[in-house]
């Protein structure tokens, strides 16, 4: 194998993991404020839901337990669970309005 | 070697992630989600999950992408228009957010020693560490998501009813 340019690690810091999980949270809250269609703002939220998981698993790695990955499997439970529930709920409200923004989606509103 | 291969996939995740939000047409952001989660699951493998890899393939990238992309395609949703007063939003919620990852990445570095390191194979959770934790320790919590399941399926039928 050829030397590489840069000398990378053999081994990544623990906190290159976390830092890569705030990045994912931060870039689906920025969708989850900046975007219009409720689809992707669903997605967005399903992005931070994944970036909390990496966290949850990358803490278990360096404590050596298993309790992390049970708490990202319940995570993953009870995504499939809101996606399910949360797209009724898109459907529902695309069948009465006809519109997908949610800016549009105010009769809640005072 | 792990090393190149974290920073393939965390470029792969970030990359995909970055076209969810810039993309306007669902189809698109939904694609770019299944690049994250399938990167995701390549980064648990490298932190020794394997089930939960296994998982996050099967149920993120599978199930729950299916169903998204289902009612994208049911509803026929186009392309966003384009955004007409998104300007001021974006002026003031992109500098927070990017003060909020500043603080994140400070907090994160500087709170854990550089000597962890992730080593590949020195703690892996087969399926069979998951299961004798989930049914002795966690068995309470286990039964819990059976009945949050249904109760899921039952909102959802309730909901996508004809009349409502």
Not at chain 2, 15 to 35: D, E, F, M, R, Y
Not at chain 2, 53 to 72: E, K, P, R, T
Not at chain 2, 112 to 134: N, Q, Y
């Amino acid at each position: 194998m050829p030397e590489l340019p840069i000398a990378l690690p053999a081994h990544v810091p623990l906190s290159w993991y976390l830092i890569l999980s705030v990045i994912l949270f931060v870039v689906g809250a920025a969708g989850f404020l900046l975007r219009r269609n409720i689809i992707t703002v669903f997605m967005c939220i399903e992005l931070m839901l994944n970036a909390v998981n990496l966290t949850f698993i990358a803490f278990s790695h360096q404590l050596k337990q298993v309790d992390g990955h049970i708490f990202s499997f319940f995570v993953m439970v009870v995504a499939a669970a809101e996606a399910a529930v949360g797209l009724a709920i898109i459907l529902t409200v695309f069948k009465n309005r006809s519109t997908l923004e949610v800016d549009e989606v105010s009769s809640m509103k005072l | 070697m792990d090393a190149l291969l974290f920073l393939l996939f965390a470029a792969i995740a970030v990359g995909c992630a970055i076209n969810l939000v810039l993309q306007t047409h669902p189809i698109s952001s939904a694609l770019s989600l299944v690049g994250v989660m399938g990167s995701l699951a390549v980064l648990y493998l490298l932190l020794g999950g394997e089930f939960i890899a296994a998982v996050q393939l099967i149920v993120y990238a599978g199930a729950i992408m299916v169903l998204f992309i289902f009612v994208i395609m049911l509803l026929n949703a186009g392309a966003e228009q384009k955004p007409t007063r998104n300007i001021l939003r974006a002026a003031v919620a992109l500098p927070l957010l990017f003060t909020l990852l500043a603080i994140g990445a400070f907090l994160v570095a500087s709170q854990t020693p550089s000597t962890d390191v992730v080593k590949f194979g020195s703690f892996i959770v087969g399926g069979r560490e998951i299961g004798s934790a989930l049914f002795t320790t966690y068995l309470l919590p286990f039964e819990a998501t059976s009945i949050l399941i249904l109760i899921a399926i039952l909102g959802a039928i309730v909901l996508a009813r004809k009349e409502i």
